[in-house]
């Protein structure tokens, strides 16, 4: 049982440049959400969905877009990346609004 | 607007003694709360959740208490080890958007 697997890990981009972090759950969750987290600011919500087809904005959903066209993948993608991008993203997924969160192992992009 | 605060300095504890970790929350009421751990470089992990109507939950050396009234949380670890050394998140549940949203986490620091 995988859980939640973050694709890439790494990533180095050019300011300007577009991407697509791909977020996989296999345990069948309802809920999934991106995260992005700063030395110092703790994680702070970007997107989230509550189900297939779904997705809704969280607290700094600028610069960036998600979808969740299957129910087991919730992509994020950033159209024009800026430096201020820099960060360690995180997906998570949960069975529904009250019970617990599992999150991947990250994924660290730097925007030069 | 709504706030999450942890307490950003680190806390420095003797093994074997008692850690108490706050989580001070203002301007929405969480019907519950959970805690997670994140240890360096790996995405947070589930601890415990207590839910609005629950004034205190265990689990081993882990207690969790939910004051409404004051709209705080505490995280107790008795009998701490240097391997409880990590960082602690508490995320009072968002009701109004279904968004499972962060304090900015206090590390911990457990010393032999």
């Known amino acids: 049982n995988a859980g939640v697997t973050q694709t890439p890990k790494f990533r180095v981009l050019k300011t300007g440049q577009s991407m697509t972090l791909l977020c996989a759950q296999d345990?069948?969750?309802?809920?999934m959400y991106w995260y992005r987290q700063d030395p110092g600011m703790g994680l702070r919500l970007i997107h989230y969905?509550?189900?297939?087809?779904?997705?809704a904005k969280g607290e700094v959903p600028d610069g960036y877009n998600v979808s969740r066209l299957k129910k087991q993948n919730f992509l994020l993608g950033l159209e024009s990346a800026a430096p201020s991008q820099t960060s360690v993203y995180f997906c998570?997924?949960?069975?529904?609004?009250?019970?617990?969160?599992?999150f991947g192992q990250g994924t660290r992009l730097t925007v030069v | 607007s709504q706030k999450i605060e942890q307490n950003s300095e680190a806390l420095n504890i003797q093994e074997g003694k008692t850690a108490t970790l706050t989580c001070n929350y203002t301007?929405?009421?969480?019907?519950?709360l959970q805690w997670y751990r994140q240890d360096p470089g790996r995405g947070p992990v589930f601890l415990l959740l207590i839910r609005e109507n629950e004034k205190e939950k265990r689990k081993e050396r882990l207690k969790v208490t939910f004051d409404t009234t004051l709209k705080q949380s505490l995280f107790h670890i008795t009998a701490s080890q240097p391997a409880d050394s990590a960082t602690y998140l508490c995320?009072?549940?968002?009701?109004?958007?279904?968004?499972?949203?962060f304090g900015g986490g206090t590390r911990l620091m457990v010393k032999p």
């Open positions: 998570a997924s949960s069975f529904g609004a009250y019970t617990e969160a599992f």
């Open positions: 995320a009072p549940y968002n009701n109004a958007g279904n968004m499972l949203t």
């Open positions: 345990m069948n969750h309802e809920y």
């Open positions: 969905s509550v189900g297939e087809g779904t997705t």
């Open positions: 301007n929405y009421s969480p019907a519950y």
